[in-house]
Nanobody, 123 residues
């Protein structure tokens, strides 16, 4: 059993900051890429930022320079520091983890999602 749990959402004024946290737990052998996605009402879910277990990062163009993704020392946690927030950043933010459950090399990974956390930015 694997669980992915997000926290840290809330209501903030435009220009403010929030920090989201995500932790994966359970029967995990290793975690590869972890990423944050978001979905605004009436829109498709989009990737915001991703980070590999080696520390390589990528960002959506709309958040570059404002958001920073990082992983904790235990590698089963991921954070999203969001600065200079804009009303258009309002969405439910989801954490995704690519997890290998079985030990060994070349074993398959599976995609796990958290339940989502609401971020609302007021103008």
């Amino acid at each position: 059993q694997v669980q992915v749990v997000e926290s840290g959402g809330g209501l903030v004024q435009a220009g403010g900051s929030l920090r989201l946290s995500c932790a994966a737990s359970g029967s995990i052998f290793s975690i590869n890429t972890m990423a944050w996605y978001r979905q605004a009402p009436g829109k498709q879910r989009e990737m915001v930022a991703g980070i590999t277990n080696g520390g390589s990062t990528n960002y959506a163009d709309s958040v570059k320079g404002r958001f920073t993704i990082s992983r904790g020392n235990a590698k089963n946690t991921v954070y999203l520091q969001m600065n200079s927030l804009k009303p258009e950043d309002t969405a439910v933010y989801y954490c995704n983890a690519q997890i290998q459950i079985s030990p060994g090399v070349n074993r398959p990974t599976f995609s796990y999602w958290g339940q989502g956390t609401q971020v609302t930015v007021s103008s």
